[in-house]
């Protein structure tokens, strides 16, 4: 019905950047909330950033001032931009985006994950 699509990740330097992106293709109709969570190995998936259809974001304290959350109404798609990246953004990012299809059918979608590893 639906795919998502990660792509982006990778390995850095701490101080670096990196662009995660998320598509999502087939029968869609309306794409609602949008998100990026993570999960470094030994600890919770934590929510980063959201943003809603009307744009409104919302970020954790932890990657507020570096990270940016937007969208692409257009292509699907959505991004993160990741800069001044420090080795505790080292994770695995999801994307999970909530979609209405167009048999009117409602389901909340994650992405296969993206590595990101900030070290020296």
């Known amino acids: 019905q639906v795919q998502l699509v990660e792509s982006g990740g990778g390995w850095v330097q701490p101080g670096g950047f990196l662009r995660l992106s998320c598509a999502a293709s087939?029968?869609?109709?309306?794409?609602?909330?949008m998100g990026w969570y993570r999960q470094a190995p030994g600890k919770q998936r934590e929510l980063v950033a959201t943003?809603?259809?009307?744009?409104?974001?919302n970020y954790v304290d932890a990657v507020k001032g570096r990270f940016t959350i937007s969208r692409d109404n257009a292509k699907n798609t959505i991004y993160l931009q990741m800069n001044s990246l420090e080795p505790e953004d080292t994770a695995v990012y999801y994307c999970?985006?909530?979609?209405?299809?167009?048999?009117?059918?409602?389901?909340?979608?994650w992405g296969q994950g993206a590595q990101v590893t900030v070290s020296s």
């Open positions: 999970n985006i909530g979609v209405l299809t167009i048999q009117r059918t409602f389901e909340d979608l």
């Open positions: 087939g029968s869609i109709f309306r794409i609602n909330d």
């Open positions: 943003i809603t259809s009307v744009g409104s974001t």
